[in-house]
């Protein structure tokens, strides 16, 4: 076990429990949706194009955070840059993405603080949505950000799932860990791959790593 990898695992509290942490992270999304749904009265076909128009912003937004601050120390957000560049780049590259036991979820799942926060932040748009069109468009577009995060956790979660296991053998999950393992070559994150999900803003922004662009950049950087 490398260096980086016992660092972070020793700082994890003796009370962390992998899958409570799990339940409570999936648990905001979930939540955040049967609260819409009780809201939700007589949608009109109409309505649910909410649905598509919040899922290409939340994957802009997704882009747009990753490449700014997650990559980058920003004030009063460095926490952010803190927990991701220096920590999870650098147990998990592109040569080693698998995590090796369920305590590493602290390492790659978000806190369910992080996630209730970003379904907050979205409200005031899904708030605006409801004024300027329907209260059903503004409650279908913040269960949808809900979700989204959701889809976001649990797909970041299965490409660092080892590769043999029941999801990580998932034909859609083996193509877009590739996406991501390209992402997590030290010469390369910093440019490409941002997004975790769907690589839409990668492709409209050209940001996702050509073919071979990995293998290009030579032997692996040693962690430490």
Not at 50 to 58: C, E, Q, V
Not at 90 to 95: F, G, L, P, W
Not at 103 to 116: I, K, S, Y
Request: glycine fraction near 6%.
């Amino acid at each position: 076990m490398d260096r980086a990898r016992v660092r972070a695992l020793s700082g994890i509290p003796r009370y962390y429990s992998p899958y409570l942490h799990l339940a409570a992270t999936t648990g905001v999304g979930i939540a955040t949706l049967v609260l819409a749904l009780f809201f939700l009265h007589h949608v009109r076909p109409l309505e649910l194009l909410a649905i598509p128009a919040t899922l290409l912003l939340s994957n802009a937004v997704e882009w747009r955070a990753h490449k700014g601050v997650l990559h980058h120390r920003i004030r009063p957000i460095g926490i952010l840059f803190d927990r991701h560049t220096p920590i999870h780049h650098k147990i998990y590259q592109h040569d080693s993405m698998a995590m090796k036991s369920a305590m590493e979820f602290r390492e790659v799942l978000m806190p369910a603080a992080g996630v209730a926060a970003i379904v907050a932040l979205s409200a005031p748009i899904a708030y605006a949505v409801a004024r300027l069109l329907t209260p059903n468009c503004g409650w279908i577009a913040l269960a949808t950000s809900g979700i989204y995060v959701l889809a976001y956790e649990l797909s970041h979660l299965s490409y660092h799932m080892p590769e043999d296991s029941v999801v990580g053998r998932w034909r859609v999950v083996r193509v877009l860990r590739e996406h991501h393992r390209r992402h997590h070559h030290l010469a390369l994150m910093q440019k490409w791959n941002f997004n975790v999900t769907i690589p839409l803003f990668d492709w409209l922004h050209g940001t996702v790593a050509p073919d071979g662009l990995v293998e290009r950049q030579g032997p692996p950087i040693s962690k430490r």
